[in-house]
């Protein structure tokens, strides 16, 4: 898999727009490049030029990976960048997993990633012009303080509307002419986040009692979102209502 993130240029001045354009080789295509065509893309020499690297190529490597390209890409999406090369205006955003500058038409988790399902039909769309081959998502989610109840029940329409969005853009995708062959969020239970090492970033349809030092019960219980999707499995992502 990779991960991908939807870049945007943060006005139409052309040095932001070539600077989101490299970003989005650089960061999106970079892996899926070497994948899916079987070969190093041309635009990657510049990186490896700054940092002096040469790339240690055998005999057959370079037939190995034009003869053994990937039959379908998978990929990680959870939010969209913007590039602000100028720094016009723009606010940078805070603890956003790429940097970046805040976009005014988008709201942001409590991380500062930049929730925005129409970027997942962006990216779903850039990837099958590019490639031509079937995409799998295969982690989409959101990274929320949970605050549970008496019960320790959590009622999180905030997660159960942002899949439902991501939802809703698969299948405007699809409509686009996109084939995509399945989808799995992240995640189905809570667990310390990778990209920041907290147990209080909760991206699960379960709780589980345990704090960031990891003290508490471990006792888990299902969320309001638990029950939500499982609707939404049960009836192929036709019935997204809560």
Partial sequence: MIIYATTYAYDSNPVNQLAAMQRTQSFNFYCADVQANGRYPYYEQLLWDS?????AIEPGDLELLANNT???????????TTVNETHAEGED?????????HNPFLEASEWGW??????????????????????????NGLG????????????????INYLRQHIEAMADA???????????????????????????????????????????????HKKKSFSWYQKVIATHGEDLTH
């Fill in 51 to 55: 940092l002096g690297v040469t790339l």
């Fill in 174 to 220: 699809i409509a686009d002419g996109v084939t995509l062959m399945g989808y799995t969020p992240w995640g189905c239970i809570d667990l310390v986040s990778m990209s920041t090492g907290e147990m209080s970033k909760r991206y699960g349809f379960i709780y589980v009692d345990l704090d960031d030092t990891l003290s508490g019960s471990g006792d888990r």
């Fill in 70 to 80: 990937v039959d379908y890409i998978g990929f990680s999406y959870y939010m969209s």
């Fill in 114 to 139: 930049e929730i925005d399902p129409t970027g997942l039909r962006i990216a779903l769309n850039q990837l099958y012009d590019r490639y031509g081959k079937p995409l799998f998502v295969v982690e």
């Fill in 144 to 159: 929320a303080i949970d605050k549970p109840d008496s019960n320790l029940y959590v009622a999180d329409d905030y997660r």
């Fill in 93 to 101: 955003t805070e603890g956003n997993l790429l940097g970046g500058t």
